[in-house]
């Protein structure tokens, strides 16, 4: 069974720190996808990435990486010169490719940045 | 703004009764699915539409039934309700029936029981 663990539920930083989320995947699949949202104080969940199992690359959007190792089953997220704004939950997720587009979410981190 | 609409935003009720949440979902996508978000389990995936037909059920109780109508709108009816199903209740709708493209989430509805 598919299962994702984000073991760090809460996280407080001071701006301007850069804050490395973490992110395990358990799957039994070759061919499957990882996926980041974030849940901020207004409570939607928006999309930040979709990565598929075959592409390794680390990617970077704005102040925001993600470091896919398939070695080690993760798919952490770094903010750098973490603001305010970034305050909010993040989700890490897996999904299959094949059949029902359903997705397996960890638990969370509750990011906290401080002015 | 996801483009998905869910109403109502927030709803109190009572034991034993029931509600209807409502979906609409981005123009043009065919699938919706409703998540259930609780302290105590997270959020965890109940159950996808595609195009009119069930497509996927997760961990959906059998008190919860679902149906999308013909104009791709999504019902999601919680009967019997007890204090644990109160829960923030996310549709999704992609183009796809599958596959592992983005979900586009509304911003959910909240459920209290009493």
């Known amino acids: 069974a598919q299962k994702v663990t984000q073991a760090q539920t809460e996280i407080s930083v001071v701006e301007k720190e850069d804050v490395t989320l973490d992110c395990v995947y358990e799957?039994?699949?070759?061919?499957?996808?990882l996926f980041w949202y974030k849940q901020p104080p207004s409570g939607e969940l928006v999309f930040l990435i979709r990565?598929?199992?075959?592409?390794?690359q680390n990617e970077i959007s704005g102040r925001y990486s993600w470091n896919f190792q398939k070695s080690t089953s993760s798919f952490n997220f770094t903010i750098t010169a973490s603001q305010v704004v970034d305050s909010a939950v993040y989700f890490c997720a897996l999904s299959e490719p094949q059949g029902a587009q359903k997705l397996v979410f960890g638990q969370g981190t509750r990011l906290t940045i401080n002015p | 703004d996801s483009g998905v609409t869910q109403t109502p935003k927030h709803l109190i009720t009572a034991t034993g009764q029931r509600v209807t949440l409502r979906c609409s979902p981005r123009s043009g996508d065919l699938s919706v699915y409703w998540y259930q978000q609780s302290l105590d389990q997270g959020l965890q995936f109940l159950i996808q539409y595609y195009n009119g037909e069930e497509r996927a059920k997760g961990n959906i109780l059998e008190r919860f039934s679902a149906q999308q109508f013909p104009d791709l709108h999504s019902e999601l009816n919680l009967s019997s309700l007890e204090l644990g199903d109160s829960a923030l209740y996310f549709c999704a709708s992609s183009p796809w029936g599958g596959g592992a493209g983005e979900l586009f989430f509304g911003e959910g509805s909240r459920l209290t029981v009493l």
């Open positions: 990565r598929n199992s075959f592409d390794e």
């Open positions: 799957t039994r699949d070759t061919t499957y996808y």
